[in-house]
């Protein structure tokens, strides 16, 4: 019961849904909205919390700064679900590694220690720069490896898709779809309804039409008989 719970649990977390743009710009990026819900979430956490002494007292400082932006990574890096025909192109294959190492490893970890700094009560600390990118490290490779394990797990379900299973939902992350899927056969494979039987080619009037048999000789033997 729990791991049916945990299963579901998974696939709402990891739903994703086509990314919109405007205009006619299609872009080959899927988004995941729980995640982006956990991420504003987090990263309101932790801007009030950079702001008051309360996580001071309870945990180390430097300790705060490693599993903020631990967590913020991780939640940040599942945003985004790239279809995996666009993943032959370098670009998109690691555009959510590209997105994360620029706004969480760089604005997150770096440029906001920078702009702490010029506020009156806030003094720079390279200690908190390290341990921002130390945690956004681990935050990030946890992500990839949860990341990875699912996109696993979809394309052997795609590949081991029943015969009769139809097309999945275009709004559904086991959806996405993108390998080829088996598909029923055609109509013209069946097996006909009903079996032709075909009669028997050497059968006795075909014999004697074929041959000239039968009455010439019936006719021979009268003749024979009379004489």
Not at 52 to 71: M, P, Q, R, V, Y
Not at 116 to 142: C, E, H, R, W
Not at 170 to 199: A, F, I, Q, Y
Request: proline letters at 4%.
């Amino acid at each position: 019961m729990e791991s049916r719970m945990l299963k579901r649990t998974g696939k709402v977390l990891m739903r994703s849904y086509k990314l919109r743009m405007p205009g006619k710009l299609d872009l080959p990026v899927r988004v995941r909205p729980c995640f982006v819900a956990l991420t504003i979430i987090i990263m309101l956490l932790l801007s009030l919390l950079g702001f008051t002494n309360l996580a001071h007292e309870i945990i180390n400082d430097k300790l705060e700064h490693f599993l903020g932006l631990g967590t913020a990574t991780a939640l940040f890096y599942l945003i985004f679900d790239v279809e995996e025909d666009a993943r032959r192109i370098w670009i998109w294959r690691n555009f959510s590694m590209i997105a994360t190492l620029i706004m969480c490893f760089l604005f997150g970890g770096i440029v906001s220690e920078i702009a702490q700094s010029f506020f009156p009560d806030k003094t720079f600390q390279a200690g908190d720069i390290m341990a921002n990118l130390l945690g956004s490290t681990v935050g990030l490779y946890a992500a990839y490896m949860i990341e990875r394990h699912h996109r696993h797990r979809r394309e052997i379900a795609r590949l081991y898709q029943p015969l009769n299973a139809g097309e999945p939902s275009p709004t559904s992350s086991e959806e996405d779809l993108s390998l080829p899927l088996h598909t029923n056969p055609s109509n013209s494979n069946s097996k006909p309804k009903g079996s032709v039987r075909v009669g028997n080619v050497w059968d006795h009037h075909s014999r004697e039409e074929l041959f000239g048999i039968g009455e010439d000789d019936m006719s021979d033997n009268e003749n024979g008989g009379r004489r």
